[in-house]
């Protein structure tokens, strides 16, 4: 009850409403993202987003260089977070829907299959590896790897696909943006 | 100048024979480019978003026009004036949405 109460004090204005509605419905988000989506100022959103923090309405990961932003109160992801906020990057998450639908695959088929090269995929597949998301497995001289819990990728990669659309829309956005400055 | 045009004429018959298929593909991608530009417009409600979206759309029903008129009444129904009356509408709009700020 008294969390209740604090939360609704917390978003009592209109623009930590509106902050925190954003968040809500696109865990993940990191601050650019935030701030282009709500066309606020950045030391505006740094306040309100450290204030949310503060008040335990929204929690705040980092991931390399990006920070990004989950609701508390949202779905309670656990892993799924990471997960997700893994797949938000368009190279790694292309490396995890060709993984689905193969069996297993090794370093060059994947990188034939994507166009990149192999030293690329070999650096994202670490990652992915370290993550915890594809396990690695030796046959003879090959390396092949496959996706660990592959339910859990699809659900993840189902249940946010609207936010890759929102990806699409953003750099559509972003490109308008830039126009004429 | 006249081997010039000797040179693209083989051009403008492969596209006449790959007429249909072309016109088909780009009203297709002509309809995806709009919902992402509406969708644009719809997240952040901005007179330069409004300016492309409106454009696209209008470069969407163009080419619906020319689809059909394939297969109606090949060049008599969307006429190359019309064609540019339209296309003048749209490079307008864009230019709108270039200078807005």
């Known amino acids: ?181 | 100048m006249e081997n010039f045009w000797d040179f693209l004429r083989p051009l403008t018959g492969i596209a006449e024979v790959l007429s249909l298929p072309v016109v088909l593909l780009v009203f297709i991608i002509s309809i995806i480019i709009f919902a992402i530009a509406l969708a644009a417009y719809m997240r952040k409600k901005s007179a330069r978003l409004l300016f492309v979206a409106a454009a696209f759309f209008i470069f969407m029903a163009k080419w619906l026009l020319q689809l059909i008129d394939q297969f109606i009444s090949p060049g008599l129904f969307f006429s190359i004036p019309a064609q540019g009356i339209v296309e003048l509408i749209i490079m307008v709009l864009l230019l709108l949405a270039i200078l807005k700020k």
């Open chain 1, 1 to 181: 009850m008294e969390d209740y109460s604090g939360k609704q004090e917390a978003l009592f204005l209109d623009t930590r409403q509106r902050i925190y509605n954003l968040i809500e419905q696109n865990p993940g988000l990191h601050f650019r993202e935030v701030q282009r989506r709500t066309g606020l100022a950045v030391g505006s959103l740094q306040y309100h987003l450290g204030y949310l923090a503060k008040k335990q309405i929204i929690r705040i990961e980092k991931n390399g260089k990006f920070t990004r932003y989950y609701s508390v109160a949202g779905p309670q992801l656990g892993e799924a977070q990471s997960t997700m906020s893994l797949l938000r990057q368009e190279s790694l998450r292309k490396i995890m829907i060709f993984l689905l639908t193969k069996k297993r695959a090794n370093n060059t088929r994947i990188a034939e299959a994507l166009g990149l090269s192999p030293s690329t995929i070999s650096w994202h597949l670490d990652k992915l590896v370290k993550a915890g998301l594809i396990e690695k497995k030796r046959k003879g001289r090959k390396i092949f790897y496959k996706v660990i819990n592959s339910e859990q990728v699809a659900s993840i990669l189902r249940e946010y696909k609207k936010s890759f659309f929102d990806e699409l829309v953003d750099n559509f956005v972003d490109v308008w943006d830039n126009v004429g400055k």
